[in-house]
């Protein structure tokens, strides 16, 4: 039996040139008494665009390293109650986005009651449209980034403009579009090819390709425009293809390509979206027995049986075209390590690890080499 879980999300706005009036109406969704989570880089952003057009807003909290580590979320949650804030707006990357939805939750563990939260995304993962979110555990001997799924914390409002992504840093904004397109793919674990989601992770993805594909090289985006290379209407479509990709979260089950991610990320400190550019391509080819032919919804033409194959090295065309990291190696993450990032993984994500096949564990070890 099919199923669409939904989620209790009361609106999507998009457009060029929407961002300030529609934050201005916020609070005709709930968005009262708003503190700001973002971070310092979108200071200029956030006093352009953002503080002067939030009623009654409370003052921002920008205390927000990458990967939501468990103290900052703690301060962020004390943040909220000495300001006695009533909701949030996320403006920021799924860092930030994370943090928000972790304080939301906490919130409602401490007071019974959840921060509804706007979020405003400057990159391109989707995590606005989630309810999933991570907290990097630090106290033990090792950092491990916990996973959770809490239907209440998805983002109330999310507003897509061209200016929030205009000045997101180019290697950052384009990873994280990698990172959309591993929602899509990995998004189709436990749905059928006739699954909403299918139907909109293909369009998405198929939307990322056009305009990723013919992305210049070496250049920030607003150069890019200035150079008329890149068009405001193409970061809209960028931000459009993250939300079909990431439409239906409560429906789907990710796997081994997220899974290695937040190992890398949330233990050895990798950034988040750069480990898709790493894992995609990889995990796709290595589990393709696993998903049969359910990745012939990203295939140009129907019915293709080479699909698995043709969209790995479709996806790691575009991560080298665009010149992004495509091998651990290009961090500081020492190979003799790989063991241990084998051993969480099999520890604490045994079935996404058995989507490699017989043999499993050993196939595991091989992946991971592959990828230094």
């Known amino acids: 039996m099919n199923q669409y879980n939904c989620l209790p999300q009361d609106g999507v706005f998009w457009g060029e040139h929407i961002l300030q009036s529609t934050v201005a109406r916020l609070g005709d969704y709930g968005i009262h008494r708003a503190i700001t989570f973002t971070v310092e880089p979108l200071a200029k952003l956030y006093d352009t665009y953002v503080r002067p057009n939030v009623k ?40 930030v986005l994370d943090a928000a939805k972790a304080v939301s939750h906490l919130h409602h563990e401490k007071t019974g ?6 979020a405003l995304p400057t990159t391109l993962s989707g995590s606005e449209f989630s309810h999933y979110f991570g907290i990097t555990e630090t106290d033990g001997a090792q950092k491990f980034k ?31 579009a990698i990172k959309g397109m591993d929602h899509a793919v990995e998004g189709m674990r436990k749905v059928t090819g006739e699954h909403p989601h299918a139907v909109m992770a293909a369009s998405g993805v198929a939307r990322f390709l056009r305009v990723l594909e013919k992305w210049p090289k070496a250049m920030q985006t607003r150069e890019a425009i200035d150079e008329g290379l890149v068009t405001a209407n193409d970061l809209l479509q960028l931000q459009l293809a993250a939300w079909q990709c990431y439409f239906s979260p409560a429906s789907v089950i990710y796997g081994l390509s997220h899974r290695i991610g937040h190992i890398l990320g949330g233990t050895f400190g990798l950034p988040h979206s750069a480990t898709s550019c790493i894992t995609l391509g990889p995990v796709i080819r290595a589990c393709a027995a696993f998903y049969g032919d359910k990745l012939e919804v990203f295939a140009e033409r129907p019915g293709d049986k080479r699909a698995a194959v043709d969209l790995a090295d479709r996806i790691t065309g575009v991560v080298k075209s665009l010149g992004l990291p495509d091998r651990v190696s290009a961090f500081d993450l020492d190979r003799a390590r790989l063991p241990e990032v084998a051993t969480l993984l099999k520890k604490n994500y045994p079935n996404e690890v058995a989507d490699l096949g017989t043999n499993a564990t050993a196939k595991l070890d091989s992946l991971l080499e592959s990828l230094w």
Not at 66 to 81: E, N, R, W, Y
Not at 113 to 118: G, K, Q, S, T, V
Not at 151 to 176: N, Q
């Open 146 to 176: 916990r996973s959770y799924a809490v239907r209440e914390t998805v983002p109330k409002v999310v507003v897509i403009d061209p200016v929030l992504v205009l000045d997101t840093p180019r290697a950052l904004l384009l990873s994280s």
């Open 113 to 118: 009651r959840f921060l509804p939260i706007a």
């Open 56 to 95: 009654l807003g409370v003052g921002t909290f920008t205390d927000l390293p990458a990967h939501a580590p468990d103290m900052a979320v703690l301060k962020g949650l004390d943040a909220c109650t000495n300001a006695g804030a009533e909701s949030i707006i996320a403006l920021g990357g799924g860092s």
